[in-house]
Every structure is written in structure tokens, then in C-alpha cells.
């Protein structure tokens, strides 16, 4: 199985990110995106992360791609990854690494080589 992706930012832009990498690359499944609205604080938004989560097959890993480096998505991901060893964060997430970690996942399947790879 794949490894799973969650897609968090501020706003609405993870939405738009794997909206842009599916019309590159076609549809793609265990993958899911989380917005970070105003309003939520980080309990919500890590609750609305695990929930995203739970609907996946995390059983190959957990890669949570985050906007920006020690903002709210960041904070809440991190926390998430911190109780899970299966789990990872990286940030910085665009159209250009979101490609290609969903291209690259059907070949790599240890997550510390697609952490890397991001």
C-alpha cells in the first residue's frame, strides 16, 4: 500500500495544491487535505488532522505536508507526529513536492525516503 498524505495549510490552499497535482498527474487515492480556517484553533485543527488520518491506510506511514514552518498546521502535525513513530512532517509544501511525493510514493515505500525525497 501506498503511503498515506495529509495535506494541511492555512486557508484553503490544500485543497487547491492536490486539485493542481491531480489535474497534473490524475486522481489519487490515500490522500486527503485539511484546512485550517479562521476560527479553529490547533486542538480543532489536530483533531480535524486525526480524522483525516483515520480515513487512510496508514499501515505503510504517515507523511503530513504543512504550509509553513512553525505555524498552526506545523504545531498541530508535529504534536501528531511526536506520539506516532509512523509519522512524519515536513514543510514547505507546493505543487512541485506534492507531484512529486504522489508520483514517487507508488515506488517508495519507506517513509523515511519519501520524508526525504519531500
Given at each position: 500500500?501506498?503511503?498515506?498524505?495529509?495535506?494541511?495549510?492555512?486557508?484553503?490552499?490544500?485543497?487547491?495544491?492536490?486539485?493542481?497535482?491531480?489535474?497534473?498527474?490524475?486522481?489519487?487515492?490515500?490522500?486527503?487535505?485539511v484546512?485550517?480556517?479562521?476560527?479553529?484553533?490547533?486542538?480543532?485543527?489536530?483533531?480535524?488532522?486525526?480524522?483525516?488520518?483515520?480515513?487512510?491506510?496508514?499501515?505503510?506511514?504517515?507523511?503530513?505536508?504543512?504550509?509553513?514552518?512553525?505555524?498552526?498546521?506545523?504545531?498541530?502535525?508535529?504534536?501528531?507526529?511526536h506520539?506516532?513513530?509512523?509519522?512524519?512532517?515536513?514543510?514547505?509544501?507546493?505543487?512541485?513536492?506534492?507531484?512529486?511525493?504522489?508520483?514517487?510514493?507508488?515506488?517508495?515505500?519507506?517513509?523515511?525516503?519519501?520524508?526525504?525525497?519531500?
Amino acid at each position: 500500500m501506498t503511503i498515506a498524505v495529509v495535506i494541511t495549510t492555512h486557508g484553503h490552499a490544500a485543497k487547491a495544491l492536490l486539485a493542481t497535482a491531480e489535474m497534473i498527474i490524475g486522481a489519487q487515492d490515500n490522500v486527503r487535505c485539511v484546512d485550517f480556517v479562521p476560527g479553529e484553533n490547533g486542538e480543532v485543527l489536530a483533531g480535524k488532522i486525526r480524522a483525516a488520518a483515520a480515513e487512510l491506510d496508514t499501515s505503510g506511514g504517515l507523511l503530513l505536508l504543512v504550509d509553513l514552518w512553525g505555524g498552526t498546521p506545523f504545531n498541530a502535525s508535529s504534536g501528531i507526529a511526536h506520539d506516532d513513530a509512523n509519522t512524519e512532517v515536513v514543510t514547505g509544501v507546493n505543487v512541485p513536492m506534492l507531484v512529486s511525493v504522489l508520483m514517487e510514493r507508488e515506488d517508495i515505500t519507506a517513509l523515511p525516503e519519501l520524508t526525504a525525497l519531500a
